[in-house]
């Protein structure tokens, strides 16, 4: 098993920034990669970004420039710095483990005003 703690949400103003953290406890050897999802109210969750467990990211392309997925293996945990926040940013983000299994955290809101 695998427990997920987000942190770092709240709320914002456009053009501002936040930085999200995920926390891992448990088995986490069995990560081969850890990812952000976001689901804004009546939406789908949505991928934001990845990164694979030799350090390489992955962004989708509405926060490609603005969002940087980075990891502390040290403290077993991962970190989105977003800059630039846009009101369309505003979402609950999960974080997720993937690797023999896939976990999810509880989500953290971010909320940018206009």
């Known amino acids: 098993q695998v427990q997920l703690v987000e942190s770092g949400g709240g709320l914002v103003q456009a053009g501002g920034s936040l930085r999200l953290s995920c926390a891992a406890s448990?088995?986490?050897?069995?990560?081969?990669?850890m990812r952000w999802y976001r689901q804004a109210p009546g939406k789908q969750r949505e991928f934001v970004a990845r990164?694979?467990?030799?350090?390489?990211?992955f962004y989708e392309d509405s926060v490609t420039g603005r969002f940087t997925i980075s990891s502390d293996n040290a403290k077993s945990t991962v970190y989105l710095q977003m800059n630039s926040l846009k009101p369309e940013d505003t979402a609950v983000y999960y974080c997720?483990?993937?690797?023999?299994?896939?976990?999810w955290g509880q989500g953290t809101q971010v909320t940018v005003s206009s």
């Open positions: 997720a483990a993937y690797g023999l299994k896939n976990y």
């Open positions: 990164i694979t467990s030799d350090g390489r990211a």
């Open positions: 448990g088995s986490i050897f069995s990560i081969n990669d």
